[in-house]
C-alpha cells in the first residue's frame, strides 16, 4: 500500500494509486445542502487535501471520483470556475509580504480573466476578478481559502503587525459576502477562529463547522475508518514490531487516536502520524516532531498560564470557538492547535474539560515544550 504523506492534491493521490479514506459523501452533503462554510483543524489534520478534493469536485474531474462515494450520488458534474487562495507557502515577516502574496494570487487571476483593474486595491482587485469571472464563464465561482488565518498566526506577539494584517485580511474576505449573487460556494480554513470583532465579523454568513457534530470525522481517520482502509498495514506494522494485530490496534489507539471536536463523536486519528507509523512500520512522535509552533510557545511565555491547571479548567463554547491575542487564557489556543482536546461536556453550564488527546501529544509536550517553558522561566 502507498501511504500519501506530505501529499495534499487529490488528484496526484487518486491517479498515483494513493490509500485515500473516502470523504466524498460528507462533501457531497456540504455542498448540496449549503454555501458558506468555515472549518477550524489542527495542523497536519487533513484540511487542504480535503480542500483540493473540494476543487476536482468543483472542477468536473468525475473520472478521479470513480468508486468513492460521491460518484453514485452526483448526477450532474458541472464544471465550475474556481479561485483557490492558499496563504500557507509563504513566510509572512511585514505587511508587504502579506500584499505580495495576495498580488501572487490576483496577478494568477487576473492573467486569466482581465487585468483592467490591477492597480486598484487587493479587495476592488477581488472583486472585479469575480466579476469578471461570472461575465466570461457565465458561471458562479467557488472560492477556496486554505490557512486564511497563517499570517495573523505568524504576527503574534507583534500587535502592530497583527492589526495591519487583520484590516488587510478582513477586508479581502469580506468582498466573499458582497459578491453573494456571483458565488456558486465558499470554504476557508485554518487552525485557529480569531473572534467575531475580527477576521470574520463582516463575513458572518460562514457555517462554522468547527463543532458541528454532522461533519465531525471530515478531517482525520475515525476508529472505523482506520479498520476498513488499513487492515493489512496494521497487520504488516504488527508483524514488524512482534506484536498480534490486535496488541497494534490498541497501540495506535493509545498513540494517536482521541481528537474530539464535539461531544459526543467519534474519537479521531491524526492521520499525519498514523500514514507515517503504517509506511515506517516505527511507531513514534510524528507529529509531534514536526516541531511546535512558534505562536504557541509565544502564547504560553505570555500568559505565564499555570499549566497545571490544564486538564481542571472549565471553559465554554463561545470562550473554545475563537481566540482573542489578548486572552490571558491560553487554553482556546491549544485546543484548536490540536495540543489539547475535549474530554467532558457539562450541557447544563454549557462547559468543556480538556485533556490531551493521546500519548503522543502528552508525553511530547512533557518531553519537548515544558522543558523548553521553564527554562524560559529562569532568565
Not at 20 to 26: E, P, Q, S
Not at 72 to 84: C, F, G, Q, V
Not at 312 to 318: A, F, Y
Amino acid at each position: 500500500m502507498k501511504y500519501p504523506i506530505g501529499i495534499q492534491n487529490f488528484g496526484e493521490v487518486r491517479n498515483g494509486g494513493y490509500a485515500y479514506v473516502d470523504k466524498t459523501a460528507l462533501m457531497y452533503k456540504m455542498v448540496s445542502e449549503g454555501k458558506y462554510y468555515f472549518l477550524s483543524r489542527p495542523r497536519r489534520f487533513g484540511k487542504s487535501l480535503f480542500l483540493s478534493t473540494l476543487e476536482a469536485y468543483f472542477e468536473g474531474s468525475e473520472e478521479l471520483f470513480e468508486g468513492l462515494a460521491v460518484s453514485h450520488l452526483e448526477k450532474d458534474w458541472t464544471p465550475y470556475p474556481i479561485l483557490h487562495l492558499d496563504l500557507n507557502a509563504r513566510e509572512y515577516k511585514d505587511e508587504s509580504s502579506l500584499e505580495a502574496e495576495l498580488n501572487r494570487h490576483l496577478e494568477g487571476w487576473e492573467k486569466q480573466y482581465g487585468d483592467e483593474y490591477k492597480d486598484r486595491s487587493p479587495e476592488e482587485r477581488f472583486i472585479h476578478v469575480i466579476n469578471n469571472v461570472n461575465e466570461k464563464t457565465g458561471k458562479r465561482v467557488v472560492i477556496l481559502v486554505d490557512e486564511y488565518d497563517k499570517p495573523l498566526l505568524q504576527a503574534i506577539g507583534n500587535e502592530q503587525l497583527q492589526a495591519a494584517y487583520r484590516s488587510k485580511l478582513k477586508a479581502f474576505y469580506s468582498v466573499v459576502k458582497t459578491m453573494d449573487a456571483k458565488i456558486r460556494f465558499a470554504f476557508f480554513t485554518g487552525v485557529t477562529k480569531f473572534g467575531k470583532v475580527s477576521v470574520f465579523s463582516d463575513l458572518n454568513n460562514l457555517l462554522d463547522l468547527s463543532f458541528d457534530l454532522r461533519y465531525a470525522t471530515l478531517c482525520g481517520i475515525s476508529e472505523e475508518e482506520l479498520r476498513q482502509n488499513f487492515d493489512d498495514g496494521v497487520g504488516l506494522l504488527a508483524e514488524a514490531n512482534g506484536m498480534t494485530k490486535d496488541d497494534c490496534y490498541h497501540r495506535l489507539q493509545r498513540d494517536f487516536d482521541g481528537y474530539h471536536f464535539c461531544l459526543p463523536s467519534p474519537g479521531m486519528y491524526n492521520p499525519f502520524s498514523v500514514l507515517n507509523t503504517l509506511a515506517s512500520c516505527q511507531f513514534r512522535d510524528y507529529w509531534f516532531e514536526t516541531g511546535t509552533p512558534s505562536f504557541l510557545v509565544y502564547q504560553l511565555k505570555k500568559t505565564c498560564y499555570p499549566l497545571e491547571n490544564m486538564t481542571s479548567d472549565e471553559l465554554t463554547t463561545e470562550t473554545l470557538n475563537s481566540i482573542d491575542i489578548m486572552d490571558e487564557n491560553p487554553l482556546p489556543l491549544l485546543y484548536q492547535s490540536g495540543y489539547l482536546t475535549l474530554k467532558s461536556y457539562d450541557r447544563e453550564f454549557d462547559s468543556y474539560i480538556l485533556g490531551f488527546p493521546n500519548r503522543e501529544v502528552e508525553q511530547g509536550f512533557i518531553k519537548y515544550l515544558l522543558p523548553f517553558l521553564n527554562r524560559n522561566k529562569t532568565h
